[in-house]
């Protein structure tokens, strides 16, 4: 490691360098880069990205192949006068051969024509304005008006062969002196040569190559002939709406659709960066995964030492965004099995079914609809402060007998963390059972100490900056963790201790329970996951049902309404306000999960991303009422009153969807700032494995949400603690004013969307035929519950008489236990002389659900 640049001496503090970007390990860390150096390559980078620039650059090129059309054209005219003109051009004054050309576009226009036209290609020239035209088309309206890489593969081998075929027409002819400008220079030598080989079979070759070509280029292999014999669905494209199409009306379509979704794969784009300021690569550390992944740890450089114990500064650096493996990649796979010639039919007749061509014009929100905020600067920390608190912590730490070895010190965006390592003999219990009274010592506001630190032996005190960072939704939403994200859901939750900006996969998490004192950054909060979303999705992929009980907070979102909102069929409003109408939505919304779930059991599949990737591959059927099922995150912004209000009505449906609707891609965020245990009941905690918390006014309050204190001791604005799979993380959530959500509600809601909000089920009255779950306590479950339930899914058969056989129970029992599975939405409703049907279709998500309901 590299060597601290001043020798260690008395009273003297480290500190570490700052991150460098992921994958530069090879450098020094503490050799200062000369202030002078200008990276050129960042700068055209930047340049390149610049909006303004692709907008300039896609401008000059559909010019220009306005410019070489009509060069080209002319020359085809004129161009025998012209050469002359263009071959004497070095040798005498340009004047006098610009005078000469008759070149619409003078001399410049007859030179280039002469190049591409006499020398190379003839009339096959031609494609070459074509093609610049396309890349133009495609920089300004960024969008593709035909899928560029296949039309210049396409149109470059039409100007060969165009130039090849002429060539020998002019050949066999004898023409050459009055019509090698339509063959050009190519097509002329090229069948010159060939003539000497082959003789008069020129044109077999150049035929041979045709055939080659459209081979390959249109992979006629997969081309076969439909049945037309029998009724066959590949004639049927499935579209979103469910409106049917014949082949024939959509052939046009295929190449596009295939390249466009390619694209899809690849990633929604996330607008190009602008800022001035280039945003550090740093990691993400994703949910599943939480901690992130220090390589390698950066050399310290010692800036102050007082008391002999040392302190550094831990700064991490940044490694690569850490996709979680699929967790049921390893699952067997699902049992459907679609007849293979039919839908290999339908994908080579029409392409990959493409949702994003529900609206194919959409365009993504632009990074310059978030500001720069003056003060998003990095949080500095001076020296002074550093040791300040270095004292502070090692004075009171001494008052009650703790001595110390090291201290290292890692500064975040709010807060920096000291991390302290006891001397020997110094128990950590010893420090744990003081943390109240240090933290009273140090008497500082939002200071928590966390002893041990998780996967360490040593403790952390964080104590917060006295100039913190505001991190700005626009630097996060630029950063690479977060354009190159890859999740399903991405929402980005702020940055980390170590200056790392956290992205969570809100698909993964899969709730997220979100409390928080009033004015502590709620709302903010809620609107920064809503802007995560509404950047990284299309509008066919994310519908967003929206619940403000407090009537303000969510209403800017109204204006993409037909785009990414959806609503109950006779509902005026998309976002749901009132409490009666949000029982009913709930309710609709189980009943959209019961759909899906029928759904995905009639494909086979496990789970909507499996699901889709079917629909996708157009292995299901649209007339037998299979669609494309976008994610649906439902956000309720203020739970207390709601539960105030509507108590069991409201906590029901909230809890059956927040334990059941993972696999079919519906996501929940509650918000509350009532963490009280009458609003965040057992049955809700114990399915939102994910919670965030704000500042709370009260130890309590923080053990409500998180089960653990600390979120008494935040800093407010923003300042918040992420508990997610038993690990405590803070962040600093980033801030999006209103002003910010209003400009991209704006943006998105000025472009063509839908004709009306996505349409949730209807859901009928008061007890509409939802409530006939039996009043069945599943905190009351029988002790074989598990067992019956395991039998149950092993079997795929929700039967009451397996269950007495296998398990030795009397009818009675059986019967109730089949009640308590149907309750858990194990095994479907009573069915008549059927067997019921079984809902969960593996053991690995019945374990989860298990887990769930014993509130793991
Ligand atoms: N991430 C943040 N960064 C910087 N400042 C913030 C952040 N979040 C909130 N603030 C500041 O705190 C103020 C209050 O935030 P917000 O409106 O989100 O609070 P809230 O918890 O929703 O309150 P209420 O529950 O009363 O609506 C904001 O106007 C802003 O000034």
């Known amino acids: 490691m590299a060597q601290p640049t001043t020798s260690p001496r008395q009273n003297t503090l480290r500190r570490s360098p700052e991150p460098r970007p992921a994958g530069r390990t090879g450098e020094s860390g503490s050799r200062p880069r000369p202030k002078s150096s200008f990276n050129w390559g960042l700068a055209l980078d930047r340049w390149l990205t610049d909006q303004r620039s692709t907008l300039t650059l896609g401008v000059l090129l559909m010019g220009l192949a306005g410019g070489l059309l009509f ?70 309206f960024r969008q593709e008006l035909v899928p560029l890489n ?43 040569a060939l003539y000497s080989l082959f003789g008069w079979g020129n044109l077999a070759f150049i035929g041979f190559m045709l055939f080659f070509f459209i081979v390959y280029f249109f992979d006629v292999s997969k081309i076969r002939l439909p049945d037309f014999s029998r009724k066959n669905p590949s004639r049927v494209r499935p579209y979103a709406d469910d409106t049917l199409q014949t082949f024939e009306d959509t052939e046009v379509d295929e190449a596009e659709a295939e390249a466009d979704l390619d694209e ?28 992130p992944v220090s390589e390698p740890p950066a050399a310290p450089e010692v800036i102050a030492q007082s008391t002999g114990v040392t302190l550094t500064i ?93 201290i290292q010190a890692s500064i975040g965006p709010t807060v920096t963390l000291y991390e302290i390592v006891p001397a020997k003999g110094v128990r950590i219990s010893k420090i744990k059972s003081l943390e109240d009274d240090i933290a009273l010592s140090l008497s500082a506001l939002g200071i928590r100490i966390i002893a041990p630190m998780p996967g360490m032996g040593t403790i952390g005190i964080e104590v917060p900056n006295k100039n913190r960072e505001m991190v700005s939704m626009r630097s996060v939403v630029m950063s690479d963790v977060f354009s190159n994200s890859k999740f399903d859901l991405p929402v980005v939750l702020g940055k980390t201790i170590s200056n790392e900006i956290y992205v969570a996969d809100l698909a993964k998490m899969p709730h997220l329970l979100m409390a928080g004192a009033t004015g502590q950054g709620k709302s903010v909060g809620l609107n920064v996951l809503l802007t995560s979303l509404i950047y990284k ?62 759904l995905l059991k009639d494909a086979g599949c496990r789970n909507l991303k499996e699901y889709n990737a079917k629909f996708v591959k157009r292995r299901l059927n649209p007339e037998k009422g299979h669609r494309f099922l976008p994610y649906i995150v439902l956000i309720v912004d203020e739970l207390a009153d709601l539960m105030m209000t509507a108590g069991k009505e409201v906590e029901q449906p909230i809890a059956r969807l927040a334990q059941l609707a993972r696999a079919i891609g519906i996501h929940l965020v509650v918000a509350t700032q009532r963490p009280s245990v009458n609003v965040i009941t057992g049955l809700i905690k114990a399915n939102f494995p994910a919670r965030l918390s704000f500042k709370v006014t009260s130890k309590i309050d923080s053990r409500t949400i998180l089960d653990t204190g600390g979120a008494e001791q935040l800093v407010g604005m923003g300042d918040m603690l992420l508990s997610s799979n038993s690990d405590i993380i803070r962040l ?66 929700g039967s009451t008489s397996l269950i007495q056989r296998k398990l030795k129970l009397g009818y009675n029992r059986a019967g109730r236990l089949v009640d308590q599975l149907e309750a858990a939405r194990i095994v479907g409703p009573f069915e008549g002389s059927k067997a019921r049907d079984v809902l969960v279709t593996d053991l690995q998500t019945l374990e989860e659900m298990l887990k769930r309901l014993k509130g793991e």
């Open 314 to 406: 831990k700064n991490r650096d940044a490694v690569a965004d850490q996709e979680p493996a699929d967790e049921l990649a390893a699952t067997p796979a699902p049992t459907y099995e679609p007849d293979p010639f039919e839908e290999d039919d339908l994908v080579a007749v029409h392409g990959l079914y493409d949702p994003t061509l529900d609206l194919p014009q959409y365009q993504y929100p632009t990074i310059d609809l978030l500001t720069e905020y003056a003060n998003s600067r990095k949080a500095s920390v001076s020296d002074d402060e550093l040791t300040a608190n270095k004292e502070r912590i090692e004075t009171t730490l001494r008052n009650f007998g703790i001595e110390i070895d090291s």
């Open 71 to 140: 060069a080209f054209v002319s020359y085809l005219l004129h161009g025998n006068a012209d050469q002359s003109a263009v071959d004497s051009a070095l040798s005498r004054p340009l004047a006098e051969s610009g005078s000469e050309t008759r070149n619409w576009l003078g001399l410049v226009g007859a030179s280039v024509a002469h190049a591409f036209v006499f020398r190379w290609f003839g009339v096959g020239a031609l494609a070459l304005p074509v093609i610049v035209f396309l890349s133009g088309y495609k920089l300004v």
């Open 150 to 192: 296949r039309a210049t593969i396409g149109l470059l081998f039409a100007a060969v062969w165009t130039s090849l075929i002429i060539g020998y027409v002019v050949l066999v002819t004898d023409s050459a002196e009055t019509a090698s400008v339509w063959c050009g220079g190519i097509g002329y030598e090229v069948n010159v």
């Open 732 to 797: 600093q959530c980033p801030f999006v004013d209103t002003n910010e959500i209003e400009d991209i509600c704006e943006f998105v809601g000025n472009q063509r969307g839908y004709d009306d909000a996505y349409a949730l089920p209807e859901f009928v009255g008061d007890d509409g035929g939802q409530g006939d779950e039996k009043d069945v306590d599943l905190d009351n479950r029988d002790p074989m519950f598990d067992e019956a339930a395991r039998l149950i899914v092993i079997h795929q058969q």
């Open 264 to 291: 899809e794969e690849e990633q929604p784009p996330v607008p190009a960066p602008v800022a001035s300021a280039p945003v550090p690569p740093a990691p993400v550390a994703p949910i599943s995964a939480p901690k």
């Open 537 to 598: 999705k299309h509008p066919s992929q994310l519908k967003l049902v929206l619940v403000d009980p407090k009537k303000v907070e969510l209403t800017l979102f109204n204006k993409i309404e037909r785009h990414f909102l959806a609503k109950l069929p006779d509902a005026e409003e998309s976002i749901i306000t009132d409490t009666k109408k949000v029982v009913n939505t709930l309710n609709s919304l189980c009943i959209e999960m019961d759909n899906r779930y029928n």
